[in-house]
């Protein structure tokens, strides 16, 4: 069965530090997202990527977030600098064709900030 | 505001139970996700309804579009059911969004 695929499943970085987190969405998946889950707090959404471009973020995807997806199968999210607030589970997500249906999510990728 | 509402917060039963796991939310929605999170983090689709009812094995999930409210519902539940269980409401024909509930901590003892 396809799924989608993330890494690394855990990184530890220094304060400040870039990182970049990984995710293979299913093939003929064309909507692409990214969530954070801080520890203990609910699932947030961070940003959708369609076309090639940002569809819609929320307001935690600032300056020091950005996307890509470099080469058709990679769809990757970048933090700038990191900070302490930016430790969290990161869950990538696709979805097939539409805007609505079924979602499909990583194991996700726990990034420890110290 | 987009709002989800989970009940309850934290749910411990015995195996074998009929569990139950209520949603609300506040506002139209095209879809609501049911999700599962595994003790190591992971998170797994149940459910996206948008109407009735659905199945899967052991595991029902309904909707009243009218009232605004899903649940989960677990037949004879086992222990490895234990897990987190999240209601997402998903606004994405509109903005895109999805906004996920708190969680509903379900452990069920042998």
């Known amino acids: 069965e396809p799924e989608v695929t993330q890494t690394p499943s855990h990184q530890v970085t220094q304060m400040g530090q870039e990182v970049i987190l990984r995710c293979v969405p299913i093939?003929?998946?064309?909507?692409f997202y990214w969530y954070r889950q801080i520890l203990g707090q609910k699932v947030e959404f961070l940003v959708s990527?369609?076309?090639?471009?940002?569809?819609?973020k929320s307001e935690i995807f600032d300056d020091q977030f950005s996307v890509e997806r470099p080469d058709g199968s990679n769809f990757t999210l970048k933090i700038r600098s990191t900070k302490l607030e930016d430790s969290a589970m990161y869950f990538c997500?696709?979805?097939?064709?539409?805007?609505?249906?079924?979602?499909?999510f990583g194991e996700g990728s726990r990034l420890t900030v110290l | 505001k987009n709002e989800v509402e989970q009940s309850p917060q934290n749910l411990t039963a015995q195996e074998g139970e009929f569990i139950t796991i209520n949603c609300s939310y506040s506002v139209g929605i095209s879809a609501l996700h049911w999700l599962q999170q595994h003790p190591g983090g992971g998170i797994v689709s149940l459910f996206m309804l948008s109407s009735g009812k659905k199945k899967h094995g052991r595991l029902i999930a309904t909707i009243n579009i009218q009232e605004k409210h899903s649940s989960l519902h677990i037949t004879a539940s086992h222990p490895r059911d234990s897990a987190v269980y999240i209601c997402a409401a998903d606004f994405r024909n509109r903005d895109d969004k999805i906004i996920f509930g708190k969680g509903t901590r379900l452990h069920i003892l042998p």
């Open positions: 997500a696709s979805g097939r064709l539409a805007r609505t249906g079924e979602l499909f």
């Open positions: 990527f369609y076309n090639n471009e940002i569809s819609e």
């Open positions: 093939s003929n998946h064309l909507y």
